[in-house]
T-cell receptor, first 117, second 118 residues
């Protein structure tokens, strides 16, 4: 059964720092990996989606990388701002999905990020 | 304004009562999903649907039921058989890729419903 782990569980850094959030998964047979942001009491906002054939994706100050063979992904946030404070969730879609169907995602527990002004 | 709506935002259930959570999308997505989130936990899949009048159980379907009579709507009923229903419930949707095709099947989420048992 696929398991997704995110490290660290919580992180607090001063504004302006660059930081890295880690995600690992036990089964490398994935179709894609998605990073989300969740603000307290809110739904999830999709940040980046990386297909299994891709190595990285970038959006603004965010860069996500994927090493499928080692079961790892990182989310890099450049020049952090207080508005980046949120919980960041990593999720994977199983590779069996590539044969059709719409299986759900398997999520990690998230990294709670606080950016100090 | 495209998106996913969930209602109500807060819901209170008495012991032995069934309650239904609403999820509507106007993104023209074929696939819809229900997840449950407990404090400090990741999301867990309850049910998903690929097409109207069809749905599949996820990892924690016991005590829940769904219907998919319209493409836009995927309501979730929390039955009295669900022993620990207090949680945050999230609905999502995505396109459904056909076998052998490529594309972005990014999942989009609604704002959630917080269910509390009294």
């Amino acid at each position: 059964k696929q398991e997704v782990t995110q490290i660290p569980a919580a992180l607090s850094v001063p504004e302006g720092e660059n930081l890295v959030l880690n995600c690992s998964f036990t089964d490398s047979a994935i179709y894609n990996l998605q990073w989300f942001r969740q603000d307290p009491g809110k739904g999830l906002t999709s940040l980046l989606l990386i297909q299994s054939s891709q190595r990285e994706q970038t959006s603004g100050r965010l860069n996500a990388s994927l090493d499928k063979s080692s079961g790892r992904s990182t989310l890099y946030i450049a020049a952090s701002q207080p508005g980046d404070s949120a919980t960041y969730l990593c999720a994977v879609r199983p590779a069996v999905y590539s044969g059709g169907g719409a299986d759900g995602l398997t999520f990690g527990k998230g990294t709670h990020l606080i950016i100090q002004p | 304004d495209g998106g996913i709506t969930q209602s109500p935002k807060y819901l209170f259930r008495k012991e032995g009562q069934n309650v239904t959570l609403s999820c509507e999308q106007n993104l023209n997505h074929d696939a819809m999903y229900w997840y449950r989130q407990d404090p400090g936990q990741g999301l867990r899949l309850i049910y998903y649907s690929q097409i109207v009048n069809d749905f599949q159980k996820g990892d924690i379907a016991e005590g829940y039921s769904v219907s998919r009579e319209k493409k836009e709507s995927f309501p979730l009923t929390v039955t009295s058989a669900q022993k620990n229903p207090t949680a945050f419930y999230l609905c999502a949707s995505s396109i459904m890729l056909l076998a052998g095709t490529s594309g972005s099947d990014e999942q989009f989420f609604g704002p959630g419903t917080r269910l509390t048992v009294l």
